[in-house]
C-alpha cells in the first residue's frame, strides 16, 4: 500500500511517459529491394481492324510483345507491381493505346480477351515431403513453388514444372525434385507468365473521332535485380546483443508475497504461464527483512527455466549515510567498505537460503529526489566506489546504479576508468522520461567494452485515467492501445538499442502480469491479465542465450516492428502490427531445413493463442497477422 501511494505521488508530479523513440527508425530491412528476381512475361496480340467508309484516317498505336520488365515502366505502359511471396501475384493489365482519328462516324466495338496465368498467393494444396525425400506432392495434393518430392508437372499447381535435382536449394536433399516456376532453374526465382489476348475490332463509319484507349498499369516497388522468395528472412549472419532475458518484480516494503502458484505463472513455460526468466527483489537495508523474499525466489528458481534474480538496493543501512535516514542523504565515503560488506552479506544469506543471487546493484535510481526509500550518489561517487570497493563483492555480478533515466552520466564514468570498468559488470537504467531526456539509444561506450545493457524498471498506467476499472477486462480498448503502442513498443526499441534485458515493475499489480484485486481497478488476485499475456510473447519464446538476429523484410511488410532471434535450434520472430491491416498468408524464411513451426498471438481479442502456421523446406507460411497484434512465430531446424 504504502508503495501504491508514493507510486501515485511520483506520477502526479513527474509526469512522464514512454514515448521512448521515433517510430521512424525501425530498422527492418524493408525497401522493397529484398532478393526477388520476377521474370514478367506479357504477350499482347492485338488485332486491330478499321473499316472506314470516307475519309478515315487511323492511327493505331498498339504495343505489342511487349515484354514487362518489373522495376520499370515498359514500352506498353506497363508498370508490373510485383509483390514478392513465395509465389509471386503479378497483376498485368495490357495497355493498347489504340487513337482512331478519322472524319467519319465511327462505332468501336473492343473485344478484350485476356488470359492470365499467374502464380497465386494460395495457401499450399499440401504440405510437401520431408527432406528424406518421400514423395508428398501427388495430382490429387499438389505442391507450390518450394515444395517436394514431385514426380512430374501433374504434381504441381497450375503453371509450375517438376524441376530435377533441385532439392538443396530448398533445404531438402540434393537428389529431391521440387515445384518450381518454368526457368527457375533451382535458384528460387519467381518467374510469372502473363498471356493476353486482345482483339480490337473498330468499325469507322463516318465523321467520327474515335480515341480507345484500354488501360490497365502494374507498378512495382520490388526492385526484381535481388533474390525475395519470402516476405520475413532471418539473416543469422548479422548478429547483435545476447538475450539474458525478461522478468518482473517481486512486491517490495511488504509481508503479502506471491503465492506458489502466482510464482509458477510468472516463471513457468505452460501453456498458462508467461515464462519470465528474471525476477527482481529489493535488497532492503534493514537484514531483518531478508527473509520476506526468500520462499518465492526459491520458488522462481526451482520451477522456473534458467531464472536470474536481480537483487537492488534502495538504500544502504541507515547508519553508514551522511544523514540518519531512509530517504535522501549519501553514502559517506569512509563507509564504502562497510557497504561493500553490506551486499556481501545478503548474497552470501540468501546461498544459504538455497537462493543463487546472480546480479546485485549498487544503488537504485541515484539520480532522482523522492519520498521513500533512497540514496543519492555523484557521478563521481559511482565511479569511485565501484573502482575502489566492488572488486570485494563476490558470488554474484555487479551492476552499475540503475539511473531514473538511463542518463549515462551516472555510468560514463565508471566505463571511463579501466579499473571501475573491470569491477562492473552490467549496466542498468530506468525508461522513464528518458526520451524526452534523448538517453533511449544504443549505449555504444558499454557496447565498446562489452558491457551488457538492462533496462531494470518500468511501469505506465495513464489509461485508467486515474482509477477506472477497466484492468480486468481483457478486450478494454484503452488497456490494448496502451500495452501495444507503450509497453510493447518500448520493449521493442529496448531490444532493437542492443540492451539484453527488459524488466516491467512489480509483477503483480493491476496494470501488470498478474492482477492484484484491487476492485479499484477491477483485477481478480492472481489472474494473468491481458499485459501479461502480451509480454509473454517475448518472455516465453526468446530464451536466455539467445542472441539477436538480423531480419529483412519485403516492402509491403515494413510496417511491422520485427526482432528476431536464434538459439537451441530455433530462430524466433517477434512481431507487433500497429496498424490497422493485417497481413494473410506471410512467408517466413531460414536458412536452414525447417522441422517444425509454430505461432501464437495477443491481440484485444486474443491472449496468447495459436496461429495456423505451415512449413516447407526452409519456409514457413503463417495464415494471419492480425491488425493491431503482437505476434510470434518459432522455427525449429
Known amino acids: 500500500m504504502f508503495r501504491f501511494v508514493y507510486v501515485w505521488i511520483f506520477w502526479a508530479a513527474i509526469g512522464f511517459s514512454l514515448g521512448c523513440t521515433d517510430e521512424s527508425s525501425v530498422d527492418i530491412g524493408g525497401e522493397g529491394d529484398a532478393d526477388t528476381d520476377t521474370d514478367s512475361d506479357t504477350d499482347s496480340d492485338t488485332d486491330s481492324d478499321t473499316d472506314s467508309d470516307t475519309d478515315s484516317d487511323t492511327d493505331s498505336d498498339t504495343d505489342a510483345d511487349s515484354d514487362t520488365d518489373t522495376d520499370s515502366d515498359s514500352d506498353a505502359d506497363s508498370d508490373a507491381d510485383t509483390d514478392a511471396d513465395t509465389d509471386t501475384d503479378t497483376d498485368t493489365d495490357s495497355d493498347t493505346d489504340a487513337d482512331t482519328d478519322s472524319d467519319s462516324d465511327t462505332d468501336s466495338d473492343t473485344d478484350t480477351d485476356s488470359d492470365t496465368d499467374t502464380d497465386s498467393d494460395v495457401p499450399p494444396s499440401c504440405t510437401g515431403d520431408d527432406p528424406n525425400g518421400q514423395n508428398g506432392c501427388t495430382p490429387d495434393c499438389q505442391c507450390v513453388v518450394g515444395q517436394g518430392d514431385c514426380d512430374s508437372n501433374d504434381d504441381c499447381v497450375a503453371g509450375l ?82 538475450i539474458d532475458g525478461f522478468g518482473g518484480a517481486l512486491p517490495m516494503w511488504t509481508t503479502t508475497m506471491l503465492t506458489d502458484d502466482m510464482v509458477h505463472k510468472l516463471v513457468g513455460m505452460g501453456d498458462n504461464e508467461l515464462g519470465l526468466s528474471i525476477v527482481r527483489t ?40 551522511t544523514e540518519n535516514t531512509n530517504v535522501g542523504g549519501h553514502l559517506r565515503a569512509d563507509a564504502y567498505d562497510d557497504y561493500a560488506a553490506h551486499l556481501n552479506d545478503y548474497i552470501s544469506y540468501m546461498s544459504g537460503q538455497g537462493v543463487t543471487i546472480d546480479v546485485v546493484s549498487i ?32 558470488g554474484a555480478q555487479v551492476m552499475a546504479s540503475e539511473s531514473f533515466r538511463y542518463n549515462p552520466a551516472y555510468t560514463d564514468p565508471i566505463l571511463n576508468d579501466s579499473t ?22 544504443e549505449y555504444a561506450l558499454a557496447e565498446s567494452h562489452n558491457k551488457p545493457v538492462w533496462m531494470t524498471e518500468y511501469l505506465m498506467h495513464e489509461a485508467d485515467g486515474g482509477g477506472a476499472a477497466i484492468w480486468g477486462d481483457p478486450s478494454n480498448q484503452a488497456v490494448w492501445d496502451e500495452t501495444l503502442d507503450g509497453m510493447l513498443r518500448g520493449v521493442h526499441m529496448s531490444l532493437e538499442y542492443n540492451w539484453s534485458a527488459y524488466i516491467w515493475w512489480w509483477a503483480r499489480r493491476f496494470y501488470s502480469f498478474l492482477g492484484d484485486g484491487d476492485s479499484q481497478f477491477g483485477t481478480t488476485l492472481g489472474e494473468v491479465l491481458k499485459r501479461g499475456w502480451a509480454f509473454s510473447q517475448y518472455a516465453k519464446f526468446v530464451r536466455p542465450g539467445y542472441q539477436r538476429i538480423g531480419v529483412s523484410t519485403e516492402s509491403a511488410y515494413s510496417s511491422l516492428y520485427i526482432t528476431a532471434y536464434e538459439g537451441d535450434g530455433k530462430i524466433v520472430f517477434v512481431m507487433l502490427n500497429r496498424s490497422t491491416e ?36 526452409k519456409y514457413a507460411t503463417l495464415e494471419s497477422i492480425p491488425e493491431r497484434s503482437v505476434l510470434t512465430v518459432v522455427m525449429s531446424y
Not at 363 to 390: G, H, K, M
Request: hydrophobic fraction near 35%; proline fraction near 3%; glycine fraction near 6%.
Open 582 to 617: 493485417s497481413f494473410s498468408n506471410v512467408v517466413f524464411e531460414i536458412p536452414n531445413g525447417v522441422t517444425s513451426a509454430e505461432a501464437y498471438v495477443t491481440s484485444r481479442t486474443a491472449a496468447r493463442e495459436a496461429v495456423s502456421i505451415t512449413s516447407a523446406g
Open 282 to 321: 529489493i535488497l532492503e537495508h534493514d537484514s531483518g527483512n531478508w527473509s520476506r523474499a526468500v520462499s518465492n525466489l526459491q520458488e522462481a528458481k526451482a520451477y522456473g527455466s534458467n531464472v536470474k534474480i536481480l537483487a537492488s538496493p534502495w538504500t544502504p543501512p541507515l547508519s553508514m549515510k
Open 363 to 394: 544503488q537504485n535510481e541515484p539520480d532522482i529526489e523522492v519520498s521513500y526509500d533512497s540514496c543519492d550518489w555523484t557521478a563521481d561517487e559511482l565511479r569511485n566506489f565501484a573502482r575502489d570497493y566492488a572488486d570485494s563483492i563476490t
Open 161 to 242: 514444372i517438376c524441376a530435377q535435382d533441385v532439392g538443396e536449394a530448398y533445404g531438402y536433399v540434393a537428389a529431391t525434385d521440387i515445384c518450381e516456376n518454368p526457368g527457375a532453374d533451382g535458384d528460387t526465382d519467381t518467374d510469372s507468365d502473363t498471356d493476353a489476348d486482345s482483339d480490337a475490332d473498330t468499325d469507322a463509319d463516318t465523321d467520327a473521332d474515335t480515341d480507345a484507349d484500354t488501360d490497365a498499369d502494374s507498378d512495382s516497388d520490388v526492385d526484381t535485380s535481388i533474390v525475395m522468395d519470402a516476405n520475413v528472412i532471418a539473416n543469422p549472419d548479422t548478429r547483435y546483443q545476447v
Open 420 to 441: 571501475a570498468r573491470g569491477n562492473v559488470d552490467i549496466i542498468g537504467g530506468h525508461l522513464y522520461g528518458c526520451e524526452a531526456s534523448g538517453y533511449f539509444h
